[in-house]
């Protein structure tokens, strides 16, 4: 999004990678994530990488001399262009490239690691983690276009799944760029476990810098992270979003756009606050859409104990970037940091906020979960078990592009297994 610096709060800031402090952690009640284990036998390191993988797995290593790729891009890129599932197995190391995944066909990109087999999370800061795994993928770039019509955020994103590049933009006013009806679907089925995508442009949120594009496309995040402080995470236009076991760290609307999203067992790590967690714009569609961000079962925490002392009580749940925003934090621990009011209108001049904008809470809990406050604010809706049903799970809120619910066979069975809220 554009013209956010009106709302960013300055902070000095630090290179250090994302260490959630024992104090947090214990504030923080446990929801018990586990790791996901369907590739756990091949993600182990092992002296034969292969073993354990399914037949015709590629590897991807900067360091061993019998690989055929040294880039995850080059092994992407090899894949034929027919209906085959794939997956790549990609060896420790900082990888510093931008991902294009384009491909309409199953693929599965695995970054090696002992946690999954050692029944890891990698998410849960009640456990042994240090939030890093040891595949990082890494690129920094911003768009400081603030006309947001010269140079779209498309250009920044550290891994784009999108069929074109149309599908991936974001563009402007309140429906965005206007993909062209003949678009065709992207991936049916992405997925990646045990990779951190980290967009290191700048140390605060400088101008939209996105660590992740979905659009046209259905992608499922397994123990991965995103970090960037601006628009970290954005999914496009029939973007189907899963992340599970997974880090979402950001400062400033790092969960924006127009499709949908289901966060689950996962940290939201504030790093400073400006505009909201959440912003979404909604669609009109000829169908019942639930298009939107829904966060169950997860925490939202400050990334450390010396930004939790800055920005208490000052994180704002979402803001509407456009009037039919939908968002729900489900069954969700809110730290400290979080406004008493939950949810805030976009700007002073420009609140962007209706009776069709949606930003919704239930069933959290937490010292920033103030039931009182939110509904005193008038701009958070607190959903009681009735107005929350079509909203609470996965099968219930992904639909096809044709607006069918139930979409989910793109989902890892373990994760959807687990039943979050
Ligand atoms: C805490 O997090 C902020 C935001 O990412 C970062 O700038 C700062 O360096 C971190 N401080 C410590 C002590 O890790
Ligand atoms: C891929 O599958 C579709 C149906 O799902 C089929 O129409 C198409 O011919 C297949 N393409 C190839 C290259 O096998
Ligand atoms: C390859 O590089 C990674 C990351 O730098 C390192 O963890 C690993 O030990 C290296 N492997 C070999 C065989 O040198
Ligand atoms: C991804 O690759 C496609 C095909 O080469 C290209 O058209 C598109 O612009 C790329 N997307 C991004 C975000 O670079
Ligand atoms: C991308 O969208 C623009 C604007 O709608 C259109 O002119 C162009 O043909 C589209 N490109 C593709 C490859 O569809
Ligand atoms: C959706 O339709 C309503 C009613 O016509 C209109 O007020 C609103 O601006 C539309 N929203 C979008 C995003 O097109
Ligand atoms: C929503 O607000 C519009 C004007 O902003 C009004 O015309 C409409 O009746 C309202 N709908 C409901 C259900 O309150
Ligand atoms: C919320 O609405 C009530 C009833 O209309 C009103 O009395 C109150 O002042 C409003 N609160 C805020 C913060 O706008």
């Not at 899963?242 to 940290?267: I, K, M, P």
């Amino acid at each position: 999004m554009k013209s956010l610096y009106a709302f960013v709060v300055a902070v000095v800031a630090v290179v250090s990678p994302l260490v959630l402090a024992s104090s947090t952690a214990r504030r923080a009640r446990a929801t018990h994530a586990a790791p996901v284990r369907t590739y756990a036998d091949c993600q182990r390191k092992t002296w034969r990488p292969l073993q354990g993988c399914p037949p015709g797995t590629l590897f991807v290593s900067q360091n061993s001399s019998r690989v055929s790729f040294t880039t995850i891009q080059s092994a992407i890129d090899s894949l034929p262009h027919d209906n085959s599932s794939q997956v790549i197995l990609v060896a420790p190391g900082t990888y510093t490239e931008q991902l294009n995944v384009t491909r309409p066909r199953p693929l599965t990109l695995l970054g090696m690691s002992d946690a999954p087999s050692q029944g890891k999370a990698y998410a849960d800061v009640t456990s042994d983690t240090d939030h890093r795994n040891e595949v990082q993928v890494v690129w920094a770039a911003g768009n400081t276009d603030n006309t947001g019509k010269l140079v779209d955020n498309a250009i920044t994103s550290v891994l784009t799944v999108a069929p074109t590049w149309n599908a991936s933009l974001t563009g402007t006013g309140p429906t965005g760029f206007a993909v062209p009806a003949d678009t065709p679907f992207g991936s049916a089925d992405f997925r990646a476990y045990n990779i951190d995508f980290r967009n290191t442009y700048a140390l605060e949120a400088a101008g939209p810098a996105l660590a992740l594009t979905v659009g046209y496309a259905n992608a499922g995040f397994y123990a991965c992270g995103f970090y960037s402080y601006q628009d970290t995470v954005y999914v496009g236009k029939l973007g189907n979003a899963f992340f599970y076991d997974s880090v979402v760290a950001g400062q400033v609307d790092f969960l924006y756009g127009f499709g949908t999203a289901w966060v689950e067992r996962s940290t939201l790590a504030l790093r400073n606050c400006g505009g909201g967690i959440t912003a979404w714009k909604g669609t009109n569609t000829t169908f019942t859409n639930k298009y939107g961000v829904y966060v169950a079962s997860s925490r939202v925490i400050a990334a450390n104990d010396t930004i939790a002392a800055e920005i208490a009580g000052q994180c704002a749940l979402g803001r509407p970037w456009n009037a039919q925003h939908r968002s729900i934090f489900l069954n969700t621990y809110l730290d400290a940091s979080i406004k008493p009011e939950g949810y805030i209108e976009w700007g002073d001049t420009d609140p962007r906020y209706g009776n069709t904008t949606f930003m919704a809470v239930y069933d959290d809990n937490g010292p920033g979960y103030d039931v009182e406050a939110m509904k005193a604010g008038n701009v958070t809706i607190v959903l009681d078990s009735e107005v929350v049903e079509p909203y609470r799970s996965p099968a219930g809120v992904f639909i096809t592009p044709e607006g069918a619910t139930g979409n989910v066979l793109w989902i890892d069975g373990e994760a959807l297994a687990s039943k979050g809220i």
